[in-house]
C-alpha cells in the first residue's frame, strides 16, 4: 500500500525566502505524486504532478519539485516566498489499479512573515 | 469555465436531520469522488463513482449515501448527521487513470446543530 509522510505540521518563513516543504512517499511500485494547495474555505488546487519522465517538475505560481527515488522524496520548493502562499499544502500519491485513487499526506501550513 | 460547483457553500443542520449536498461539474469527467475533511487533516475519501459504478471506502459510515443521476451532477445526502458529521465535504472530479489529476471543487462546510 502507498503512503505519504509530511513531517511536521507548520512551517514558518519570511518573505522572499525559500520554501522548503518536504514530503516522503512509500510506494512499491512506481508513484505518481501530486501537490496540492489549499486556501481557507476552499478546495484543493493542483499545483504539480509528476508521472514519468524529467524527474524535476515545474508548476503554478513558481513551485517546483524533484522526484528522488533513492529517497523516496518529492519536496517541494520555491525560491522566493510571496505573502499569497501562505496557505495549507498536500502531497499525494496515486494508487495504481482500476479503481486508482489519492491517498494524501497529513498537510503542512505554510506561514509567510512580512 | 470549466469547472467543479459546489452547493451550497455554508450549510447548517440539526442533528439527525437529513441533508444533502450537491456537486456538478462542466468537465464532462467520468469519475467524481467525494472527501471528508475535518480541521486541520487530510481528506479523507468517502466514495466515488465511475461513470454509474458506485465504489465505497470500507470505513465509510452507512449514514453516507451517494447518487449520481447523471454525468454532471452528483449528490452526499447525510441520513442522521451527528456532531461528528462536521467537516468540509469537498467533491472531486478526473478521467480513471494514475496519470491524471483530480479537479477539486470550493467545498461545502456543513455545520451540526
Known amino acids: 500500500a502507498q503512503s505519504v509522510t509530511q513531517l511536521g505540521s507548520h512551517v514558518s518563513v519570511s518573505e522572499g525566502a525559500l520554501v522548503l516543504l518536504r514530503c516522503n512517499y512509500s510506494s512499491s511500485v512506481p508513484p505518481y505524486l501530486f501537490w496540492y494547495v489549499q486556501y481557507p474555505n476552499q478546495g484543493l488546487q493542483l499545483l504539480l504532478k509528476y508521472t514519468t519522465g524529467a524527474t524535476l517538475v515545474k508548476g503554478i505560481n513558481g513551485f517546483e519539485a524533484e522526484f528522488k527515488k533513492s529517497e523516496t522524496s518529492f519536496h517541494l520548493t520555491k525560491p522566493s516566498a510571496h505573502m499569497s502562499d501562505a496557505a495549507e499544502y498536500f502531497c499525494?500519491?496515486?494508487?495504481?489499479?482500476?479503481?486508482?485513487?489519492?491517498?494524501f499526506g497529513k498537510g503542512i501550513t505554510l506561514s509567510v512573515r512580512p | 469555465d470549466a469547472m467543479v460547483i459546489q452547493n451550497p457553500r455554508y450549510q447548517v443542520t440539526q442533528f439527525g436531520k437529513p441533508v444533502t449536498l450537491s456537486c456538478s461539474q462542466t468537465?464532462?469527467?467520468?469519475?467524481m469522488y467525494w472527501y471528508q475533511q475535518k480541521s486541520s487533516q487530510a481528506p479523507k475519501l468517502l466514495f466515488h463513482y465511475y461513470d454509474k459504478d458506485f465504489n465505497n471506502e470500507a470505513d465509510t459510515p452507512d449514514n453516507f449515501q451517494s447518487r449520481r443521476p447523471n454525468t454532471s451532477f452528483c449528490f452526499l445526502d447525510i441520513r442522521s448527521p451527528g456532531l461528528g458529521d462536521a467537516a468540509m465535504y469537498l467533491c472531486a472530479t478526473g478521467f480513471r487513470g494514475v496519470y491524471n489529476e483530480q479537479f477539486f471543487g470550493p467545498g461545502t462546510r456543513l455545520t451540526v446543530l
Open positions: 468537465l464532462n469527467h467520468n469519475v
Open positions: 499525494a500519491v496515486r494508487t495504481t489499479g482500476a479503481n486508482s485513487k489519492l491517498t
